[in-house]
């Protein structure tokens, strides 16, 4: 059983930079891949980045790329989402999950084991 609380959302204005921080309980977090994903209002849940078990190998979504760097820290159970350049687009509930798996994670939420309750993200222009 492995529980996930997801931290550091809040509101910002267009531009600016947030820090999701993704604390994982249990001893056996490295055995699995994280992933981001984000519910925007009105829409489904959706894939935002991933990273393996060992923070060598990571995935995005398009519309992030180059804005957003998922990372990890094994010792600390924990995986981060640096969201820079925010746009208003980007407002939605943040939620990250686990996957037991070495690899990178598929996008698809069905693949994930275990998810955090989420965190509120508000970027007004």
């Known amino acids: 059983q492995v529980q996930l609380v997801e931290s550091g959302g809040g509101l910002v204005q267009a531009g600016g930079s947030l820090r999701l921080s993704c604390a994982a309980s249990?001893?056996?977090?490295?055995?699995?891949?994280m992933g981001w994903f984000r519910q925007r209002p009105g829409k489904e849940r959706e894939f935002v980045a991933a990273i393996n078990w060992s923070g060598d190998s990571t995935d995005y979504v398009d519309s992030v790329k180059g804005r957003f760097t998922t990372t990890r820290d094994n010792a600390k159970n924990t995986v981060y989402l640096q969201m820079n350049s925010l746009k208003p687009e980007d407002t939605a509930v943040y939620y990250c999950?686990?996957?037991?798996?070495?690899?990178?994670?598929?996008?698809?939420?069905?693949?994930?084991?275990?998810w955090g309750q989420g965190t509120q993200v508000t970027v007004s222009s």
């Open positions: 999950a686990a996957e037991l798996t070495k690899g990178l994670p598929g996008r698809w939420k069905s693949r994930f084991d275990y």
């Open positions: 249990g001893r056996t977090f490295s055995s699995y891949a």
